[in-house]
């Protein structure tokens, strides 16, 4: 079975500050995205790593955001220093090889004040 | 290059009433097709999905959706609207790119059903 945890569920910041997202699938899949979703919008792709290398960044705001993944299992994503435009819901998900299916975790909320 | 156009960022239903959910795609190459469904402070859910072979699928929770290849459309449809079906809905086309999938969302309809 095919589960994303992610962590934390909420985080509140003041801008400048610094944050750092976790995502945790629970059995190892080679595709990994992180989705910015601000409300009202669909999920916009940030990253998406395919094992442990990144296959397409071009969305990412590089200057600020940076994601790693650890070993193709877990991955984390930062946000240094935070502005308030990236308030936002950020999730994570992971594809089902060769069914091109997606299982999103629950996302983080991040509030920037 | 690819994009999802949902119409109508907000539909409203009578219970039991037929839901609608349009969504058009446009794809350099034959797409894959997918609906998720968001409930509030939740992730995304897979409704449904196309790939190949029958182009009408059908998904969870009685919804379904065709595949028209003339119109470049996935509309979802529902014959009858339960309260729980409230929530907002997304398109999304996936298509192959240098030996990856290429994933696009839409803007989401936010589905009300009205008692």
């Known amino acids: 079975e095919a589960g994303v945890a992610q962590s934390p569920r909420y985080k509140i910041i003041e801008k400048r500050q610094s944050v750092a997202f976790w995502c945790n699938p629970i059995?190892?899949?080679?595709?990994l995205y992180w989705y910015q979703q601000i409300l009202g919008q669909g999920p916009k792709l940030l990253i998406q790593?395919?094992?442990?290398?990144?296959?397409?960044d071009s969305q990412l705001p590089k200057d600020r955001f940076s994601a790693e993944r650890l070993k193709g299992v877990d991955s984390t994503l930062k946000i240094q220093p935070a502005k308030l435009e990236d308030s936002a819901v950020y999730l994570c998900a992971i594809e089902i090889l060769e069914t091109y299916e997606q299982y999103f975790g629950p996302g983080t909320r991040l509030t920037v004040t | 290059a690819q994009s999802v156009t949902q119409l109508g960022s907000h539909v409203s239903v009578s219970e039991g009433a037929l839901v609608l959910l349009r969504c058009n795609y446009s794809s350099s190459v034959p797409p894959y097709l997918f609906w998720y469904v968001q409930y509030p402070n939740q992730g995304l859910q897979l409704l449904l999905k196309?790939?190949?072979?029958?182009?009408l699928v059908k998904g969870i929770n009685g919804f379904e959706a065709e595949f028209k290849k003339s119109e470049t459309s996935f509309h979802l449809t529902k014959p009858s609207a339960h309260m729980s079906d409230a929530a907002e809905y997304f398109c999304a086309v996936s298509r192959g790119s240098g030996g990856y999938q290429k994933v696009t969302f839409g803007t989401g309809t936010k589905l009300q059903v009205i008692p």
């Open positions: 790593f395919q094992n442990n290398g990144v296959v397409d």
């Open positions: 196309y790939t190949t072979g029958a182009t």
């Open positions: 059995s190892g899949h080679a595709t």
